[in-house]
């Protein structure tokens, strides 16, 4: 069984700078896409990246020139250095895993919240 967690979380000040990690444990297909999501309160999950096994990477507009997503496949691992955090960047996020073969899974969420 596939077990994404995610870890980094936390209250940080406008203009501020986290970090957040999502390790996955168990049997993963090689060939997959890792991405971060988010959901802040009363609004739909939203793609924020995501990053191929191959390293080809995405960003929402949103967050371009700002957060940074990583990964380090012998580790099994996924990052997202953010900065430059603004309130509105406040919100649970979420790690998800989609590998060519197989399911889709998803960590628990870990919450930012961006405030002064």
């Known amino acids: 069984q596939v077990q994404l967690v995610e870890s980094g979380g936390g209250l940080v000040q406008p203009g501020g700078s986290l970090k957040l990690s999502c390790t996955v444990s168990?049997?993963?297909?090689?060939?997959?896409?890792m991405g971060w999501y988010r959901q802040a309160p009363g609004k739909q999950r939203e793609l924020v990246a995501t990053?191929?096994?191959?390293?080809?990477?995405k960003y929402a507009d949103s967050v371009e020139g700002r957060f940074t997503i990583s990964r380090d496949n012998g580790k099994n691992t996924m990052f997202l250095q953010m900065n430059s955090l603004k309130p509105e960047d406040t919100a649970v996020y979420y790690c998800?895993?989609?590998?060519?073969?197989?399911?889709?899974?998803w960590g628990q969420g870990t919450q930012v919240t961006v405030s002064s």
């Open positions: 168990g049997h993963i297909f090689s060939i997959n896409t």
């Open positions: 998800k895993i989609e590998p060519l073969l197989g399911i889709v899974s």
């Open positions: 990053v191929t096994s191959g390293g080809s990477k």
